[in-house]
């Protein structure tokens, strides 16, 4: 059984950092993009940013500046690098990894960023 878990959330004041990290346990073979997504209260889960297996990247307008997605193969872990950090950040962060099966979530870590 696959399993995505993710860490790395808190509290953290406006202009502060946070790295979530998120890794995959169980038998998930050849993934194919991994990526971080987050849903505020009231709004839709959206994409903050992406990875490819090749290592192309992909940002959200939002956060392109400001957050680095990283990964670690040989791990199955992704990373995501949160600096200025804005109240309007706040939300549960998600990651997913995609294979060429199916897709995975994690369960989500709450940021909360205060002003």
């Known amino acids: 059984q696959v399993q995505l878990v993710e860490s790395g959330g808190g509290l953290v004041q406006a202009g502060g950092s946070l790295r979530l990290s998120c890794a995959a346990s169980g038998n998930i073979f050849s993934i194919k993009d991994m990526g971080w997504y987050r849903q505020a209260p009231g709004k839709q889960r959206e994409l903050v940013a992406s990875i490819t297996n090749g290592g192309s990247t992909n940002y959200a307008d939002s956060v392109k500046g400001r957050f680095t997605i990283s990964r670690d193969i040989a791990k199955k872990t992704v990373y995501l690098r949160m600096n200025g950090l804005k109240p309007e950040d706040t939300a549960v962060y998600y990651c997913?990894?995609?294979?060429?099966?199916?897709?995975?979530w994690g369960q989500g870590t709450q940021v909360t960023v205060s002003s």
């Open positions: 997913n990894f995609q294979t060429y099966n199916r897709g995975y």
